[in-house]
């Protein structure tokens, strides 16, 4: 999520000269802390703050925690047009990606070996699968992590056996399964409006967090974040914006 | 080494223009002025032999600088020995990040060794084929063209593995993995053949005439002669190819890491993908945090790369010396 501070900054910056913004990363966790200790004013969170942490800053700062969603990020878990299986729950493919489960037919499928793809450990996005999917154990020793989303899909398109994740809007010449939250709900279709009603369980809300309401400069830049240009960026860096009208902008 | 083979090319040695050098000159104004002229000239090139040696020393200065802060303190949890302690893992990013590089450093060799395997045996055939047999007419058009193959971009021959070879290969061979060790490795050869193709045409054109036409007067015949005498003769010049080609194929990065589905993988197959050291480097260093403990250990990645390469070379030297010393007498 630093990557998108970041841009948003620059961004910023250059239309508002006499505005200087500062972005350190180091972690959700880092940014949470810096909030109670009040050497930040603004931080920036994938995850939602825990109650623990909304009180110590009560409590430290003596304001209430401003909770801002900013932005969605969603994956895809993408399959071989050719591969029978349309949906999985999230157990299925964290035992695939963790090796517990190399062959197609113990998930419904032929029987063949599951070949896995993804991303390099450099993208904010294999954090976010090895966190949200993985519930951050190891990937399988033959996990093959590749540059970018579209070599991702370049991989699955041309291997009938592959698995993959990337972003939502991408796969054109492959499967994006339906996921399940766990074996007793429904699977849930990789769409945006899923995504943005968190039905779907591989999608997360980005956070702005704030001790107490943002006023003066904070607020300026909140709104301007939270308007069609802010969330432009949020399209350029490979999030989604929060509402669809942003998004044809 | 192209100098001195260069050198024995037209029958003379170094010695040789020594003396040359030293024949009485008739003293006037203007030799001393061409004196101080050829001083400055000698001064001029060993002040860049020597910037090129210092810059060498200088990467390796910085590139240990940015990994050495892991040899006295202990950064995000990682000291020094952390990359050669179990679990023999490398996922650095992560709740738990592992730093293991055995699979690495397994990985390195075992791509450069299928490299060698392809290219040696395809270059020194080319080379015994044009120094030995080609007619003049067909050399003149094969040694271009090999430059040509030579001057490819690395992510040119990447990109072909990536895409057409790789998926011909898993066809062939009906492979599980379209990118593996064997992929990379022969992508690789392109990158090296060139190399010890070069080196060791040269090393074997170098050998006297005088030793081919003692061998055919004896009796031999053409082919023997070139496998027989020419070769042999000419090992120093070959081994050094070898060597040059392995160091090259060693650190290459762009084709492996387009070409071998970069996983860390622990194995002896050759149709499993692997992870190389170098490529390590390029796909992760962009979003480390800077000076961080991962920082760290890609840097001192760096290092050990840059430490088995010189070793390579050194060994190779030193052996090389030996040979020469054992066939000519001289080093």
Not at chain 2, 71 to 83: E, F, K, L, V, Y
Not at chain 2, 139 to 150: F, G
Not at chain 2, 304 to 321: D, E, K, P
Request: hydrophobic share 50%; charged share 15%.
């Amino acid at each position: 999520m630093l990557q998108i501070g970041q841009r948003w900054a620059e961004v910023y910056m250059k239309d508002h000269p006499a505005v200087t913004i500062q972005v350190t990363g180091g972690g959700s966790g880092t940014g949470i802390a810096a909030l109670v200790n009040g050497t930040t004013q603004i931080c920036q969170s994938s995850r939602p703050m825990k109650d623990e942490e909304k009180a110590s800053v009560k409590q430290q700062r003596n304001a209430e925690v401003i909770e801002i969603p900013v932005a969605v990020d969603a994956l895809a878990v993408y399959l071989n047009k050719q591969n029978s299986i349309d949906h999985m729950t999230m157990e299925q493919i964290r035992r695939i990606f963790q090796g517990e489960i190399t062959n197609w037919k113990d998930v419904g499928g032929a029987n063949a070996n599951i070949v896995l793809y993804g991303r390099e450990n450099n993208s904010g996005t294999y954090v976010f699968f090895k966190e949200h999917v993985l519930a951050n154990g190891d990937f399988a020793e033959r996990y093959q992590p590749l540059g970018g989303t579209a070599a991702v899909i370049n991989a699955v398109v041309k291997d009938v056996n592959g698995i993959g994740y990337g972003g939502i809007g991408y796969a054109t010449d492959l499967k994006a399964i339906s996921v399940a939250k766990d074996a007793a709900s429904g699977p849930v279709a990789p769409t945006m409006e899923n995504a943005l009603s968190k039905r779907y369980p591989l999608s997360r809300f980005l956070y702005w967090y704030t001790a107490g309401p943002p006023v003066g400069t904070i607020k300026d830049l909140v709104d301007w974040v939270l308007g069609p240009q802010g969330q432009n960026v949020v399209k350029d860096v490979g999030f989604y914006p929060l509402k669809d009208g942003a998004q044809s902008q | 080494m192209r100098r001195k083979f260069r050198i024995s090319k037209f029958g003379f040695r170094i010695s040789d223009t020594a003396l040359l050098s030293g024949v009485p000159q008739i003293r006037n104004p203007k030799s001393e002025i061409r004196n101080r002229i050829d001083w400055l000239g000698e001064f001029f090139i060993s002040a860049v032999a020597f910037v090129a040696i210092a810059i060498i020393f200088l990467i390796f200065i910085y590139v240990a600088r940015e990994a050495a802060p892991l040899a006295w303190r202990t950064i995000d949890g990682i000291s020094i020995w952390s990359p050669f302690q179990p679990p023999y893992v490398w996922q650095p990013v992560g709740g738990v990040p592992k730093f293991n590089i055995l699979s690495l450093i397994a990985g390195t060799f075992k791509v450069t060794l299928i490299a060698m395997l392809f290219a040696t045996p395809l270059a020194l055939a080319a080379a015994l084929y044009t120094a030995e047999f080609a007619p003049p007419s067909l050399r003149e058009w094969i040694k271009p063209a090999v430059e040509v193959l030579a001057g490819i971009p690395s992510v040119v021959v990447g990109f072909f593995v990536l895409i057409v070879l790789a998926s011909w290969l898993q066809d062939a061979f009906s492979l599980q993995f379209r990118l593996n060790a064997l992929s990379a490795g022969i992508g690789l050869a392109f990158a090296v053949i060139p190399l010890i193709y070069t080196v060791s045409e040269e090393a074997l054109t170098s050998v006297p005439k005088l030793y081919r036409e003692a061998s055919l007067a004896l009796g031999a015949s053409k082919a023997q002669t070139a496998i027989r005498v020419v070769l042999p003769s000419a090992s120093p010049g070959i081994f050094a190819a070898l060597v040059l080609g392995f160091g090259r194929a060693i650190g290459e990065t762009m084709i492996v890491l387009l070409a071998s589905g970069n996983a860390a993988t622990l194995s002896l197959s050759p149709f499993v993908p692997v992870r190389t050291l170098s490529a390590t480097i390029a796909s992760e260093l962009g979003e480390v945090v800077f000076g961080g403990g991962h920082y760290r250990v890609l840097f001192l990645i760096g290092v050990i790369l840059f430490i088995i390469t010189s070793v390579i070379n050194w060994m190779g030297s030193r052996y090389n010396r030996r040979l020469r010393q054992r066939l000519f007498g001289t080093a």
